[in-house]
């Protein structure tokens, strides 16, 4: 019972974060919704509520790299505390990435 009890928490997180995996518009995402965290740690400093710190040259890579798809599943998914959802929307303009908007 106790094995239960502790598994069920981790599985119940896993289907979530499957769910938001597939939210990717039209192309499926590599990683998982942590990874992507993990990833655009460079841009936190540009996504902050009320930053007027542009995104770094070190940012912009990142979220080349992570892809259109992946950035929607990130704003459209949990909420991000310290992360404000419109700026982090507004990466892909400021670093001059030619990104389709993503729909909420």
């Given at each position: 019972?106790?094995?239960?009890?502790?598994?069920?928490?981790?599985l119940?997180?896993m289907?979530?974060?499957t769910?938001?995996v597939?939210?990717?518009?039209?192309?499926?995402c590599?990683?998982?919704?942590?990874s992507?965290?993990?990833q655009l740690?460079?841009?936190?400093?540009a996504?902050v509520?009320?930053?007027?710190?542009?995104?770094?040259?070190?940012?912009?890579?990142?979220?080349?790299?992570?892809?259109?798809p992946c950035?929607?599943?990130l704003v459209?998914g949990?909420s991000?505390s310290?992360?404000?959802?419109?700026?982090?929307?507004?990466?892909?303009?400021?670093?001059?990435?030619?990104f389709?908007?993503?729909?909420?």
């Amino acid at each position: 019972m106790r094995l239960i009890t502790m598994t069920l928490p981790v599985l119940v997180v896993m289907l979530v974060l499957t769910g938001l995996v597939d939210q990717g518009e039209g192309t499926m995402c590599a990683s998982t919704f942590f990874s992507y965290i993990v990833q655009l740690i460079p841009c936190r400093a540009a996504v902050v509520p009320f930053s007027p710190i542009p995104p770094s040259e070190t940012c912009c890579n990142a979220l080349k790299a992570l892809g259109q798809p992946c950035l929607c599943v990130l704003v459209n998914g949990l909420s991000i505390s310290g992360v404000d959802r419109t700026m982090a929307m507004q990466l892909p303009e400021k670093c001059t990435i030619n990104f389709e908007p993503c729909t909420l």
